[in-house]
Nanobody, 121 residues
Framework: QVQLVESGGGLVQPGGSLRLSCAASGSIFSTSTMGWYRQAPGKERELVATITSAGNTNYADSVKGRYTISRHNAKNTVYLQMNSLKPEDPAVYYC???????????????WGKGTLVTVSS
């Protein structure tokens, strides 16, 4: 089975930085698009950023210029560097990956359990 495990969340002051990591593990053939989504209390889950295996990136307008997504293909790991954090950024951040595995050779989307990011002075 495939698992995604996030790490790196926590409490940071406004204007501060955090780096999230998400590692995919299991019987993985390949991982194509990986990404980060977030869900704040009372709101729907929203896209933050995605990155293809070729390194093409896509960002939500609200994080452009502040967040950077990257990945290490050999480690099936995706990162999210978050700078200049704002009071509107707190949420549970979820990792997502489209993975081809021995169990699902056609591929399917997997989600992590989420990591909490809090911005407060």
């Amino acid at each position: 089975q495939v698992q995604l495990v996030e790490s790196g969340g926590g409490l940071v002051q406004p204007g501060g930085s955090l780096r999230l990591s998400c590692a995919a593990s299991g019987s993985i053939f390949s991982t194509s698009t990986m990404g980060w989504y977030r869900q704040a209390p009372g709101k729907e889950r929203e896209l933050v950023a995605t990155i293809t295996s070729a390194g093409n990136t896509n960002y939500a307008d609200s994080v452009k210029g502040r967040y950077t997504i990257s990945r290490h293909n050999a480690k099936n790991t995706v990162y999210l560097q978050m700078n200049s954090l704002k009071p509107e950024d707190p949420a549970v951040y979820y990792c997502n990956a489209h993975v081809r595995s021995y169990v699902r050779p056609a591929g399917m989307d997997y989600w992590g359990k989420g990591t909490l990011v809090t911005v407060s002075s």
